[in-house]
Protein backbone atom coordinates (compact mmCIF):
# COMPACT_ATOMS: atom_id res chain seq x y z
CA UNK A 1 0.00 0.00 0.00
CA UNK A 2 2.06 3.52 -1.14
CA UNK A 3 0.36 6.56 0.23
CA UNK A 4 0.87 9.89 -0.77
CA UNK A 5 0.91 12.32 2.25
CA UNK A 6 0.41 16.34 0.58
CA UNK A 7 0.44 19.02 3.34
CA UNK A 8 2.31 22.17 2.53
CA UNK A 9 3.86 21.26 6.10
CA UNK A 10 3.90 19.41 8.99
CA UNK A 11 4.86 19.99 12.53
CA UNK A 12 3.93 19.52 16.35
CA UNK A 13 3.14 23.05 16.82
CA UNK A 14 -0.05 23.55 14.86
CA UNK A 15 -3.76 21.32 15.27
CA UNK A 16 -4.18 20.05 11.87
CA UNK A 17 -0.25 19.20 11.19
CA UNK A 18 0.05 17.80 14.22
CA UNK A 19 -2.51 15.34 13.54
CA UNK A 20 -1.21 14.22 10.72
CA UNK A 21 2.14 13.68 12.13
CA UNK A 22 0.53 11.77 14.81
CA UNK A 23 -1.07 9.95 12.19
CA UNK A 24 1.41 8.45 9.48
CA UNK A 25 4.35 8.12 11.96
CA UNK A 26 1.73 5.17 13.55
CA UNK A 27 0.62 4.02 10.47
CA UNK A 28 4.47 3.95 8.41
CA UNK A 29 4.97 0.93 11.10
CA UNK A 30 2.43 -0.88 9.97
CA UNK A 31 3.25 -3.68 7.56
CA UNK A 32 2.39 -3.35 4.48
CA UNK A 33 2.04 0.44 4.28
CA UNK A 34 4.82 2.66 2.95
CA UNK A 35 4.72 6.58 2.85
CA UNK A 36 5.81 9.30 1.06
CA UNK A 37 5.28 12.74 1.72
CA UNK A 38 4.70 15.83 -0.36
CA UNK A 39 5.57 19.14 1.30
CA UNK A 40 8.24 21.80 1.64
CA UNK A 41 8.86 21.91 5.56
CA UNK A 42 8.70 18.70 8.08
CA UNK A 43 9.92 19.51 11.35
CA UNK A 44 9.76 17.77 14.87
CA UNK A 45 9.09 14.02 14.05
CA UNK A 46 10.47 11.97 15.94
CA UNK A 47 11.44 8.35 15.51
CA UNK A 48 10.95 8.41 11.67
CA UNK A 49 13.85 8.43 9.07
CA UNK A 50 13.67 10.43 6.17
CA UNK A 51 15.04 10.67 2.71
CA UNK A 52 14.24 12.23 -1.05
CA UNK A 53 15.50 8.94 -2.74
CA UNK A 54 12.94 6.88 -4.28
CA UNK A 55 13.69 3.03 -4.10
CA UNK A 56 13.25 0.32 -0.96
CA UNK A 57 11.69 2.05 1.88
CA UNK A 58 12.94 0.57 5.37
CA UNK A 59 10.16 -0.33 7.80
CA UNK A 60 8.63 2.56 9.88
CA UNK A 61 10.48 5.40 7.81
CA UNK A 62 9.03 7.91 5.57
CA UNK A 63 9.79 9.26 2.39
CA UNK A 64 10.17 12.65 1.75
CA UNK A 65 10.10 14.66 -1.49
CA UNK A 66 10.75 18.27 -0.17
CA UNK A 67 8.71 20.35 -2.67
CA UNK A 68 10.02 23.83 -3.63
CA UNK A 69 8.51 26.70 -2.08
CA UNK A 70 8.76 30.58 -2.71
CA UNK A 71 8.58 34.12 -0.70
CA UNK A 72 5.82 36.33 -1.06
CA UNK A 73 1.64 36.73 0.43
CA UNK A 74 0.10 33.90 0.99
CA UNK A 75 -2.21 33.88 -1.82
CA UNK A 76 0.54 33.50 -4.14
CA UNK A 77 2.71 30.95 -1.92
CA UNK A 78 -0.50 28.77 -1.81
CA UNK A 79 -0.92 28.87 -5.28
CA UNK A 80 2.50 28.10 -6.83
CA UNK A 81 1.94 25.17 -3.29
CA UNK A 82 -1.28 23.70 -5.26
CA UNK A 83 0.80 23.73 -8.69
CA UNK A 84 4.59 22.94 -7.59
CA UNK A 85 3.00 19.73 -5.56
CA UNK A 86 1.18 18.19 -8.60
CA UNK A 87 4.29 19.03 -10.78
CA UNK A 88 5.87 17.25 -8.60
CA UNK A 89 4.04 13.90 -8.09
CA UNK A 90 3.45 14.44 -11.83
CA UNK A 91 7.59 14.10 -12.42
CA UNK A 92 7.92 11.16 -9.86
CA UNK A 93 5.18 9.31 -11.72
CA UNK A 94 6.51 9.81 -15.17
CA UNK A 95 10.20 9.69 -14.53
CA UNK A 96 10.48 7.51 -11.75
CA UNK A 97 7.57 4.95 -11.83
CA UNK A 98 6.78 6.54 -8.46
CA UNK A 99 2.39 5.64 -8.78
CA UNK A 100 0.45 5.76 -5.18
CA UNK A 101 -2.55 3.56 -4.71
CA UNK A 102 -4.01 6.36 -2.68
CA UNK A 103 -3.26 10.45 -2.28
CA UNK A 104 -4.34 11.70 1.33
CA UNK A 105 -4.99 15.06 2.01
CA UNK A 106 -5.40 17.63 5.50
CA UNK A 107 -7.82 20.16 3.89
CA UNK A 108 -7.38 21.54 0.01
CA UNK A 109 -4.06 20.63 -1.76
CA UNK A 110 -4.63 19.30 -5.03
CA UNK A 111 -7.67 18.16 -7.25
CA UNK A 112 -6.63 14.58 -7.32
CA UNK A 113 -6.77 13.51 -3.48
CA UNK A 114 -8.42 9.91 -2.90
CA UNK A 115 -9.56 10.94 0.86
CA UNK A 116 -9.13 14.37 2.83
CA UNK A 117 -9.42 14.98 6.33
CA UNK A 118 -10.75 18.27 6.66
CA UNK A 119 -10.17 20.38 9.78
CA UNK A 120 -11.86 23.35 8.73
CA UNK A 121 -15.01 24.37 6.20
CA UNK A 122 -13.35 27.56 5.14
CA UNK A 123 -16.98 28.49 3.26
CA UNK A 124 -18.21 28.13 7.36
CA UNK A 125 -15.60 30.43 8.74
CA UNK A 126 -15.98 33.16 5.84
CA UNK A 127 -19.76 33.58 7.19
CA UNK A 128 -18.80 33.74 10.34
CA UNK A 129 -16.10 36.10 9.98
CA UNK A 130 -17.25 38.17 7.41
CA UNK A 131 -17.95 41.11 9.75
CA UNK A 132 -14.18 40.88 10.70
CA UNK A 133 -13.30 41.64 6.62
CA UNK A 134 -15.37 44.81 6.25
CA UNK A 135 -13.49 47.44 4.84
CA UNK A 136 -15.83 50.33 5.65
CA UNK A 137 -15.63 49.00 9.66
CA UNK A 138 -11.81 49.04 9.30
CA UNK A 139 -8.82 51.81 9.43
CA UNK A 140 -7.44 52.38 5.76
CA UNK A 141 -4.42 51.16 6.65
CA UNK A 142 -5.65 47.88 7.07
CA UNK A 143 -7.11 47.27 3.78
CA UNK A 144 -4.76 46.25 1.76
CA UNK A 145 -4.33 43.02 4.83
CA UNK A 146 -8.02 42.19 4.28
CA UNK A 147 -8.29 42.27 0.75
CA UNK A 148 -5.44 39.78 0.87
CA UNK A 149 -7.46 37.57 3.26
CA UNK A 150 -10.65 37.76 1.26
CA UNK A 151 -9.00 36.97 -2.19
CA UNK A 152 -7.06 33.96 0.02
CA UNK A 153 -10.39 32.43 1.35
CA UNK A 154 -12.66 33.27 -1.91
CA UNK A 155 -9.84 30.81 -3.48
CA UNK A 156 -10.51 28.38 -0.68
CA UNK A 157 -13.97 28.35 -1.32
CA UNK A 158 -14.24 27.94 -4.68
CA UNK A 159 -11.88 24.94 -4.25
CA UNK A 160 -13.87 23.60 -1.47
CA UNK A 161 -16.75 23.84 -4.45
CA UNK A 162 -14.81 22.21 -6.88
CA UNK A 163 -13.69 19.21 -4.99
CA UNK A 164 -15.55 18.24 -2.10
CA UNK A 165 -18.93 17.65 -3.63
CA UNK A 166 -17.29 14.87 -5.86
CA UNK A 167 -18.76 11.35 -5.14
CA UNK A 168 -15.49 9.65 -5.66
CA UNK A 169 -14.12 12.02 -2.95
CA UNK A 170 -13.74 10.33 0.65
CA UNK A 171 -13.86 12.82 3.65
CA UNK A 172 -13.15 12.75 7.12
CA UNK A 173 -14.21 15.38 9.47
CA UNK A 174 -12.39 15.88 12.49
CA UNK A 175 -15.91 16.52 15.00
CA UNK A 176 -19.33 16.10 14.08
CA UNK A 177 -19.84 20.30 14.15
CA UNK A 178 -17.13 19.88 11.08
CA UNK A 179 -19.61 16.56 8.91
CA UNK A 180 -22.59 18.33 9.74
CA UNK A 181 -21.38 21.67 7.85
CA UNK A 182 -19.99 19.70 5.03
CA UNK A 183 -23.38 18.56 5.12
CA UNK A 184 -24.96 21.82 5.39
CA UNK A 185 -22.64 23.60 2.86
CA UNK A 186 -21.80 20.76 -0.03
CA UNK A 187 -24.01 18.28 0.52
CA UNK A 188 -22.15 15.31 2.19
CA UNK A 189 -23.98 13.17 4.25
CA UNK A 190 -21.12 10.03 4.66
CA UNK A 191 -18.44 11.87 5.76
CA UNK A 192 -15.99 9.49 8.32
CA UNK A 193 -15.89 11.36 12.20
CA UNK A 194 -11.95 10.85 13.31
CA UNK A 195 -12.02 12.99 16.64
CA UNK A 196 -8.64 14.74 17.22
CA UNK A 197 -7.14 13.38 20.28
CA UNK A 198 -4.38 13.87 23.22
CA UNK A 199 -0.84 12.47 24.02
CA UNK A 200 -1.52 10.85 27.35
CA UNK A 201 2.11 10.58 28.56
CA UNK A 202 2.64 14.15 27.94
CA UNK A 203 -0.82 15.58 29.33
CA UNK A 204 -2.10 13.94 32.88
CA UNK A 205 -2.87 14.91 36.00
CA UNK A 206 0.01 13.70 38.04
CA UNK A 207 2.28 15.68 35.75
CA UNK A 208 0.47 18.84 36.53
CA UNK A 209 -0.31 18.27 40.22
CA UNK A 210 3.84 18.04 40.76
CA UNK A 211 4.69 20.88 38.60
CA UNK A 212 1.53 23.11 40.33
CA UNK A 213 3.50 25.21 42.46
CA UNK A 214 6.65 25.73 40.77
CA UNK A 215 4.06 27.08 37.84
CA UNK A 216 2.37 29.63 40.41
CA UNK A 217 5.86 30.70 41.58
CA UNK A 218 6.32 31.62 37.98
CA UNK A 219 3.98 33.32 37.05
CA UNK A 220 3.62 34.85 40.32
CA UNK A 221 0.32 33.53 41.46
CA UNK A 222 -1.31 33.86 45.09
CA UNK A 223 -2.21 30.50 46.63
CA UNK A 224 -5.46 32.45 47.24
CA UNK A 225 -6.01 33.48 43.35
CA UNK A 226 -8.16 31.32 41.12
CA UNK A 227 -6.84 31.06 37.29
CA UNK A 228 -8.76 30.88 34.47
CA UNK A 229 -6.32 30.05 31.18
CA UNK A 230 -7.09 30.17 27.30
CA UNK A 231 -4.48 28.97 25.11
CA UNK A 232 -4.15 29.44 21.04
CA UNK A 233 -4.08 31.68 18.65
CA UNK A 234 -7.10 34.01 17.44
CA UNK A 235 -8.56 35.17 20.97
CA UNK A 236 -11.45 36.91 19.09
CA UNK A 237 -12.39 33.53 17.21
CA UNK A 238 -11.57 31.80 20.99
CA UNK A 239 -13.67 33.35 22.58
CA UNK A 240 -11.51 35.78 24.91
CA UNK A 241 -13.67 39.18 24.44
CA UNK A 242 -16.79 36.89 25.95
CA UNK A 243 -14.57 35.62 28.78
CA UNK A 244 -13.40 39.13 29.66
CA UNK A 245 -16.84 40.50 29.99
CA UNK A 246 -17.75 37.01 32.26
CA UNK A 247 -14.51 37.83 34.23
CA UNK A 248 -16.39 41.76 34.64
CA UNK A 249 -19.56 40.07 35.89
CA UNK A 250 -17.35 38.18 38.74
CA UNK A 251 -15.23 41.21 40.27
CA UNK A 252 -15.59 39.89 44.09
CA UNK A 253 -13.62 36.77 43.32
CA UNK A 254 -10.36 36.86 42.91
CA UNK A 255 -9.63 35.79 39.87
CA UNK A 256 -6.80 35.69 37.69
CA UNK A 257 -6.61 34.97 33.39
CA UNK A 258 -3.69 33.57 31.78
CA UNK A 259 -3.72 33.93 27.99
CA UNK A 260 -1.45 31.73 26.61
CA UNK A 261 -1.10 31.89 22.26
CA UNK A 262 0.38 33.66 19.40
CA UNK A 263 -2.07 36.94 18.53
CA UNK A 264 -2.06 41.15 18.89
CA UNK A 265 -2.80 41.88 22.58
CA UNK A 266 -3.06 45.44 21.65
CA UNK A 267 -6.47 45.75 20.71
CA UNK A 268 -7.81 44.12 23.84
CA UNK A 269 -6.21 47.13 25.83
CA UNK A 270 -8.81 49.25 26.10
CA UNK A 271 -11.00 46.81 26.75
CA UNK A 272 -9.64 45.48 29.75
CA UNK A 273 -9.46 49.28 31.59
CA UNK A 274 -13.35 49.40 30.06
CA UNK A 275 -14.26 46.17 32.27
CA UNK A 276 -11.95 47.44 35.36
CA UNK A 277 -9.82 43.74 34.94
CA UNK A 278 -6.27 45.24 33.50
CA UNK A 279 -4.47 43.82 36.56
CA UNK A 280 -6.08 40.41 36.59
CA UNK A 281 -5.01 39.37 33.10
CA UNK A 282 -1.66 38.21 31.67
CA UNK A 283 -0.75 37.49 28.07
CA UNK A 284 2.28 34.75 27.42
CA UNK A 285 4.06 34.01 24.35
CA UNK A 286 2.81 30.35 22.64
CA UNK A 287 5.73 27.58 24.30
CA UNK A 288 6.75 23.86 23.40
CA UNK A 289 6.71 23.36 27.00
CA UNK A 290 2.70 23.93 27.33
CA UNK A 291 1.82 21.91 30.79
CA UNK A 292 3.48 25.31 32.24
CA UNK A 293 0.40 26.36 30.96
CA UNK A 294 -2.22 24.00 32.70
CA UNK A 295 0.19 23.20 35.61
CA UNK A 296 -0.71 27.13 37.23
CA UNK A 297 -4.72 26.82 36.08
CA UNK A 298 -7.53 26.04 38.27
CA UNK A 299 -10.03 26.06 35.49
CA UNK A 300 -9.47 25.90 31.33
CA UNK A 301 -12.12 28.52 30.01
CA UNK A 302 -12.68 28.74 26.14
CA UNK A 303 -16.43 30.08 24.88
CA UNK A 304 -15.09 29.31 21.70
CA UNK A 305 -17.09 31.06 18.91
CA UNK A 306 -15.90 28.52 16.17
CA UNK A 307 -13.87 25.53 16.32
CA UNK A 308 -13.59 22.20 14.10
CA UNK A 309 -11.66 20.72 17.21
CA UNK A 310 -9.90 23.01 20.00
CA UNK A 311 -7.13 20.80 21.20
CA UNK A 312 -5.97 22.60 24.56
CA UNK A 313 -9.42 22.05 25.94
CA UNK A 314 -9.08 18.43 25.73
CA UNK A 315 -5.33 18.63 26.67
CA UNK A 316 -7.05 20.47 30.05
CA UNK A 317 -9.36 17.50 30.42
CA UNK A 318 -6.41 14.88 30.10
CA UNK A 319 -4.56 16.99 33.05
CA UNK A 320 -7.32 17.04 35.35
CA UNK A 321 -8.68 20.26 35.25
CA UNK A 322 -12.36 21.25 34.88
CA UNK A 323 -13.20 23.12 31.20
CA UNK A 324 -15.93 25.31 30.42
CA UNK A 325 -16.14 25.41 26.14
CA UNK A 326 -18.93 25.73 23.49
CA UNK A 327 -21.00 24.09 21.40
CA UNK A 328 -19.50 25.62 18.99
CA UNK A 329 -16.09 24.14 19.25
CA UNK A 330 -16.63 20.92 17.70
CA UNK A 331 -14.39 18.97 20.68
CA UNK A 332 -17.42 19.90 22.84
CA UNK A 333 -18.76 16.31 21.52
CA UNK A 334 -16.20 14.71 24.52
CA UNK A 335 -17.89 16.64 27.09
CA UNK A 336 -21.12 15.40 29.27
CA UNK A 337 -22.03 18.93 30.34
CA UNK A 338 -22.34 19.14 33.68
CA UNK A 339 -20.63 16.04 34.21
CA UNK A 340 -16.65 15.96 33.18
CA UNK A 341 -16.99 19.73 31.98
CA UNK A 342 -19.30 22.29 31.00
CA UNK A 343 -20.34 23.39 27.39
CA UNK A 344 -22.22 26.26 26.60
CA UNK A 345 -25.10 26.34 24.21
CA UNK A 346 -23.86 30.23 23.44
CA UNK A 347 -20.73 31.70 24.01
CA UNK A 348 -21.96 34.99 24.18
CA UNK A 349 -24.25 34.56 27.21
CA UNK A 350 -21.37 35.90 29.21
CA UNK A 351 -24.07 35.75 32.33
CA UNK A 352 -24.13 32.22 31.82
CA UNK A 353 -20.34 31.79 31.79
CA UNK A 354 -20.11 34.10 34.43
CA UNK A 355 -22.79 31.66 36.92
CA UNK A 356 -20.37 28.79 35.44
CA UNK A 357 -16.64 30.36 36.90
CA UNK A 358 -19.01 32.00 40.50
CA UNK A 359 -20.02 28.04 40.78
CA UNK A 360 -16.30 26.74 40.11
CA UNK A 361 -14.98 28.69 42.70
CA UNK A 362 -17.37 28.23 45.27
CA UNK A 363 -17.16 24.43 45.23
CA UNK A 364 -13.60 22.85 45.32
CA UNK A 365 -14.95 19.39 45.37
CA UNK A 366 -16.90 19.73 42.20
CA UNK A 367 -13.71 20.90 40.82
CA UNK A 368 -11.97 17.92 41.93
CA UNK A 369 -15.01 15.51 40.88
CA UNK A 370 -15.43 17.22 36.85
CA UNK A 371 -11.26 17.34 36.68
CA UNK A 372 -11.21 13.42 37.86
CA UNK A 373 -14.09 12.82 35.29
CA UNK A 374 -12.51 14.96 32.70
CA UNK A 375 -9.26 12.82 33.04
CA UNK A 376 -11.03 9.50 32.45
CA UNK A 377 -12.84 10.62 29.23
CA UNK A 378 -9.90 12.07 27.93
CA UNK A 379 -7.86 9.08 28.31
CA UNK A 380 -10.26 7.55 25.46
CA UNK A 381 -8.98 9.40 22.98
CA UNK A 382 -5.53 8.53 22.53
CA UNK A 383 -3.40 9.19 19.56
CA UNK A 384 -3.49 5.43 18.64
CA UNK A 385 -7.44 5.42 18.22
CA UNK A 386 -6.80 8.38 15.79
CA UNK A 387 -4.73 6.34 13.67
CA UNK A 388 -6.52 3.11 13.71
CA UNK A 389 -9.62 5.01 12.58
CA UNK A 390 -7.23 6.67 9.98
CA UNK A 391 -6.01 3.76 9.12
CA UNK A 392 -9.67 2.12 8.44
CA UNK A 393 -10.74 4.84 6.38
CA UNK A 394 -7.88 5.09 4.48
CA UNK A 395 -7.85 0.78 3.92
CA UNK A 396 -12.03 1.42 3.11
CA UNK A 397 -11.10 4.42 0.23
CA UNK A 398 -8.59 1.59 -1.23
CA UNK A 399 -11.28 -0.88 -0.78
CA UNK A 400 -13.58 1.27 -2.72
CA UNK A 401 -11.01 2.93 -5.39
CA UNK A 402 -10.44 -0.44 -6.44
CA UNK A 403 -14.03 -1.61 -6.49
CA UNK A 404 -14.34 1.07 -9.44
Not at 92 to 111: E, H, K, Q, T, W
Not at 264 to 284: C, E, H, I, N, T
Not at 340 to 361: E, I, S
Not at 389 to 396: I, K, P, S, W
Amino acid sequence: MRLAVVSPFLDRRHGTERCIVEQIERIAREPGWEIHLYSQRVEDISGVRFSEKSGSVPPGSIVWHKVPSIPGPLLFQFLWWFLANRVQRWFDARFRSLRFDLVYSPGINCFDADAVAVHIVFREFLRLARQDLRLRDSRLTSWPRLIHRHLYYRLIIYLEKRIYPAPRLRLAAVSQLTASELSRHYGRADVTVIPNAVEGAVFHPAGREQRREDARRQWTYAPEDFVLLLVGNDWKKKGLPLLLEAMARCRDLPLRLLVAGRDDASPYRSLLKRLGVQDRVRFAEPSSDVMQFYAAADVYVGPSLHDSFALPPAEAMACGLPVITSAQNGGAGMITSGVDGFVLDDPRDTAALAQLLRLLWEQPELRRRMGERAARTAQHYTWERNARETLAFLAETLRRKEAK
